[in-house]
């Protein structure tokens, strides 16, 4: 057999030996860039299930608060003044239409399994020691077990405080004050507070008329300090409505929806109209600010955030009511990884999306107001890689 010319045979043992590294190199890179590329987020399925049914023929009416205590009983407020009385609570009218329905107390407590086991709440005009708010908004259960509400109607300027059972103990706050983002007595249409339980202080998102974030000594309810978008002082000044093509507003826009601080020393600041969360350090020092569906007009996108449950807070769940989902958001770098929901009235469904919490083992509550009116849950079902920006309505897997 004639052999090879030695050169030849050489080149293309080089050659074959390149193509190899070569390949190896690309395909090297080409895991590294999916690697990169894909990221995991957690799975919810609704549970359709939960609550049970409410006793007494009752229904509730625009829920507008959420929260979960340290038990993770689920504690929610409703509106009993937003209801059509002549389709809705014949039995509640005079003289009777039906025999039902019936709105149910303010505020429902329900145990880990679904089961209503207490209400309260509501005005009492045999009270003089607080006033009920006109228009009642937000609930939260404080590190101390202890339920604070507040309110965003007119004459709304205070923040009442309760024990879990309803038992009356603070009102920080009169009523019937004008708005004044610079005030150290008096509030203006609080929408919800969250706590710092190391620090005993209650972060207020005050919040319909002013336009602030306010710090409370939880205990005694003195202002500790307050501050406006970028940490700026806050301007009561009309903004006019928000322009998606404007710069970023100094101010931030009405509501004020939400103010929480994380484990590790930020807030997260909820400028619902401004479709967009603001993080400052504690003390009120901006930090970065990243907007979300900015286009949306009218309510805004951004409602209301909850985090995950696990000790880093990894991720946001970011409510949006106007365009009826739930956003996956990672935490450090406020990137969404994907998101879940849609408008309608079925499970897993939204009709404004109002509020989110999470309790100890990572399920998402919710709530809606105006006409969606119920509180729904999501249970956690761990970690997967995110394939799609939007899951769509998170069905039970087994009921498909």
Not at 246 to 274: E, I, K, T, W
Request: glycine share 8%; charged share 25%.
């Amino acid at each position: 057999m004639a052999k090879g010319n030695p050169a030849v045979t050489a080149m293309t043992a080089a050659f074959a030996a390149l193509l190899i590294s070569v390949s190896g190199c690309g395909q090297k890179a080409f895991d590294n860039a999916a690697q990169a590329q894909s990221k995991e987020a957690p799975v919810f399925e609704v549970d359709p299930f939960w609550p049970k049914p409410l006793p007494n023929h009752w229904i509730l009416g625009s829920t507008i608060g959420l929260a979960v205590d340290s038990r993770d009983h689920v504690f929610i407020v409703h509106r009993r003044d937003t209801f059509s009385e002549r389709n809705e609570i014949g039995a509640a009218t005079d003289p009777k239409t039906g025999e039902c329905c019936i709105p149910a107390p303010n505020i429902l407590e329900f145990d880990p399994a679904g089961n209503l086991v207490n209400h309260w709440g509501g005005p009492d005009d045999s009270r003089s020691d607080y006033t009920w708010p006109s228009s009642n908004h937000g609930i939260t259960v404080d590190h101390k077990d202890n339920v604070w509400i507040g309110g965003n109607g007119d004459a709304d300027s205070h923040i009442l405080k309760f024990t879990r059972d309803g038992k009356f103990l603070k009102q920080f706050g009169e009523a019937g004050q004008q708005a004044d983002s610079l005030s150290a007595e008096h509030f203006a249409g609080v929408a919800e507070i969250a706590f710092d339980a190391d620090a005993n202080e209650a972060y207020v998102a005050d919040g319909y008329r002013n336009k602030r974030v306010a710090v409370l000594d939880a205990d005694t309810g003195e202002l500790k300090r307050f501050w406006g978008a970028y940490g700026n002082e806050p301007d009561d000044t009309d903004p006019g409505p928000y322009d998606p093509d404007a710069p970023p507003a100094q101010q931030f826009r009405n509501p004020v929806h939400c103010a929480q601080p994380s484990h590790d020393g930020l807030v997260y600041v909820c400028d619902r109209v401004n479709n967009r969360i603001q993080v400052f350090k504690t003390d009120g020092t901006f930090v970065k600010e990243q907007r979300f569906a900015p286009e949306t007009l009218g309510d805004g996108s951004v409602w209301d955030i909850a985090f995950s449950s696990d000790a880093d807070q990894r991720f946001i769940y970011l409510a949006d009511g106007k365009n009826m989902k739930i956003y996956i958001i990672e935490r450090d770098t406020l990137e969404v990884l994907t998101s879940f929901g849609d408008g309608g009235r079925n499970p897993g469904q939204f009709f404004a999306v109002h509020n989110i919490a999470t309790d100890s083992k990572g399920n998402i509550y919710t709530v809606e107001t105006y006409e969606g009116k119920r509180l729904q849950k999501f249970a956690y079902k761990g970690m997967a890689p995110v394939s799609t920006p939007n899951r769509g309505t998170p069905w039970p897997a087994d009921r498909k």
